[in-house]
């Protein structure tokens, strides 16, 4: 069975960092473009950003640029973003998934609309 979990959400300050996880299980996360998605309440869910294959583009909202570092780990089958200089509008559940379809510079989105539990990042004073 195909499988992405999500972890590392939490509550934190304004101003603070967290490590987001998303495992994959059933596949093997290397053949693929891989992103995080978050939606807040009331919205939409966005793209934040997605990688693809080793060395190919990588796409990050302009909300985050500066602010969120994605990565892959092909040997643990694990994806990760760190996010830091977290803001109150960043509160979201955050989601992995794969694969993604990316568009440097311009967005990135899910090839299928399957989606995980998340994780849930409150970021508030």
């Known amino acids: 069975q195909l499988q992405l979990v999500e972890s590392g959400g939490g509550l934190v300050q304004p101003g603070g960092s967290l490590r987001l996880s998303c495992v994959a299980s059933?596949?093997?996360?290397?053949?693929?473009?891989i992103g995080w998605f978050r939606q807040a309440p009331g919205k939409e869910r966005e793209g934040v950003s997605c990688i693809s294959l080793s060395d190919g583009p990588t796409y990050y909202a302009d909300s985050v640029k500066g602010r969120f570092t994605i990565s892959r780990d092909n040997a643990k089958n694990t994806l990760y973003l760190h996010m830091n200089s977290l803001r109150p509008e960043d509160t979201a559940v955050y989601y992995c998934?794969?694969?993604?379809?990316?568009?440097?510079?311009?967005?990135?989105?899910?090839?299928?609309?399957?989606w995980g539990q998340g994780t849930q990042v409150t970021v508030s004073s």
């Open positions: 059933g596949f093997t996360l290397d053949y693929y473009a």
């Open positions: 998934a794969a694969p993604v379809v990316i568009v440097p510079q311009t967005m990135c989105a899910p090839v299928y609309d399957s």
